[in-house]
């Protein structure tokens, strides 16, 4: 099992970046995807999420209408578009496929930092 996170970077604020999560060795389209971020001296926190049939999706209140997440069930991937960057939007992005079963998967992350 893997989830591999892509994307991140250094992006001036009002930037936009799109990170992808690629996963193998699991049954990618019945996990719901989320993404999630950890800023230095925080507790990891979701930010978006997409249900595994991509009919649902949520976001955090900070990041509703600037965040998009996508899933591509045929190439195993997610998607999370992000416009408008804050610096406040600094942080690892983590890929989380989540089963309703209980089963979890974690990729390692991808550092996201946007400044001037």
């Known amino acids: 099992v893997q989830l591999v996170e892509s994307g991140g970077g250094l992006v001036q604020p009002g930037g936009s970046l799109t990170l992808s999560c690629t996963a193998s060795?699991?049954?990618?389209?019945?996990?719901?995807m989320k993404w999630y971020r950890q800023a230095p001296g925080m507790e990891r926190e979701m930010v978006a999420a997409?249900?595994?049939?991509?009919?649902?999706?949520w976001y955090a209140g900070d990041v509703r209408g600037r965040f998009e997440v996508s899933r591509d069930d045929s190439k195993n991937m997610a998607h999370l578009q992000m416009n408008n960057l804050n610096p406040s939007d600094t942080a690892v992005y983590y890929c989380?496929?989540?089963?309703?079963?209980?089963?979890?998967?974690w990729g390692k992350g991808t550092l996201v930092t946007v400044s001037s």
């Open positions: 989380n496929a989540n089963h309703f079963d209980g089963t979890d998967y």
């Open positions: 060795g699991f049954a990618f389209k019945s996990f719901a």
């Open positions: 997409i249900g595994s049939f991509g009919d649902t999706k």
